[in-house]
């Protein structure tokens, strides 16, 4: 079992930017690949960036290429999503997960807000 637990969520202007963090806890968490989706009202989850559990290479979707980037601490349990020039369009719960299997995302959190304002 892995636990995640998503912070660093909240209200930004467009064009700012937010970092979220999300702290893995369990056995063997360091050895998961790990990832961010986000949902927005109305809509589907939809995949945002991934990470594989040695840091070595990252994914991203092509609506937030060059302007998010993920990353990873396997010393902290913790993987972080850099999000700069935030749009309006970003706006949705935020989501970790990890995966074992890469592509089958077993664990997820409780998800995070980010509102971006125009």
């Known amino acids: 079992q892995v636990q995640l637990v998503e912070s660093g969520g909240g209200l930004v202007q467009a064009g700012g930017s937010l970092r979220l963090s999300c702290l893995a806890s369990?056995?063997?968490?360091?050895?998961?690949?790990l990832g961010w989706f986000r949902q927005a009202p109305g809509k589907e989850r939809e995949f945002v960036a991934a990470?594989?559990?040695?840091?070595?290479?990252?994914y991203y979707a092509d609506s937030v290429k060059g302007r998010f980037t993920i990353s990873r601490d396997n010393a902290k349990n913790t993987v972080y999503l850099q999000m700069n020039s935030l749009k309006t369009e970003d706006t949705a719960v935020y989501y970790c997960?990890?995966?074992?299997?890469?592509?089958?995302?077993?664990?997820w959190g409780q998800g995070t807000q980010v509102t971006v304002s125009s």
């Open positions: 997960a990890a995966s074992a299997v890469w592509g089958k995302w077993d664990y």
């Open positions: 990470i594989i559990w040695t840091g070595g290479s990252t």
């Open positions: 369990g056995r063997t968490s360091s050895n998961y690949h």
